[in-house]
C-alpha cells in the first residue's frame, strides 16, 4: 500500500510532466492535476501567453475540466496537485470550487496567495513543498533562459 505522501509524490509528478511541457511552449512552466478517488480527472498548464489570457493558469483549467467532468462546481473529494503556490486569483477560484485538499510544491514568494493570509476554503486542506525543489528548479531555469 502506497502512503499519502507516496501518493502525493506519485501526482506531482504528473503535475510536473504538465509543467514541463508548458516550459517547451515558452510558457512560464506551472502544470496542474485533480485527483477524484485515484482517478486524474482535470488537467491543466499555463497558457496565458498563447491564450493571450492572464486567468489561463494551471489551476484555473484542471478546475474547469474538473467541474466538466463530474458535471458540479464543487469539487469536494478532490486534490488539486499543483507545481507552484497557488496565486490570489486560483487560491480565490479554489475556496469556490470548496476543494477537499490543495498540494503544492515550490512556494512562490512573490504572488504566492499565503502572504494574504488563508484564501483557501476552510473545508480545504492545504500540503505545501511536495517535490518543492524539482518545482521550483523548472521554474528559475525558466527565468533564467529569459534573461
Ligand atoms: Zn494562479
Redesign the pocket.
Known amino acids: 500500500m502506497l502512503s499519502q505522501g507516496d501518493m502525493d509524490t506519485l501526482y506531482m509528478r504528473e503535475a510536473l510532466r504538465l509543467a514541463e511541457k508548458a516550459f517547451e511552449e515558452d510558457e512560464v512552466p506551472?502544470g496542474a492535476i485533480i485527483v477524484s478517488r485515484g482517478k486524474i480527472i482535470g488537467k491543466g498548464y499555463n497558457l496565458t501567453e498563447r491564450l493571450h489570457d492572464v486567468t489561463a493558469?494551471?489551476?484555473?483549467q484542471a478546475f474547469t475540466a474538473a467541474s466538466n467532468f463530474l458535471g458540479g462546481k464543487y469539487l469536494r473529494d478532490c486534490t488539486l496537485y499543483v507545481t507552484v503556490e497557488?496565486?490570489?486569483?486560483?487560491?480565490g477560484a479554489s475556496y469556490w470550487t470548496q476543494v477537499s485538499r490543495i498540494v503544492y510544491g515550490a512556494k512562490d514568494e512573490k504572488?504566492g496567495s499565503s502572504k494574504y493570509g488563508s484564501l483557501y476554503h476552510p473545508k480545504t486542506e492545504v500540503v505545501a513543498g511536495v517535490l518543492a525543489e524539482q518545482c521550483g528548479e523548472l521554474i528559475r531555469s525558466f527565468f533564467r533562459n529569459k534573461r
Open positions: 506551472i493558469h494551471a489551476e484555473m497557488p496565486c490570489v486569483m486560483c487560491a504572488r
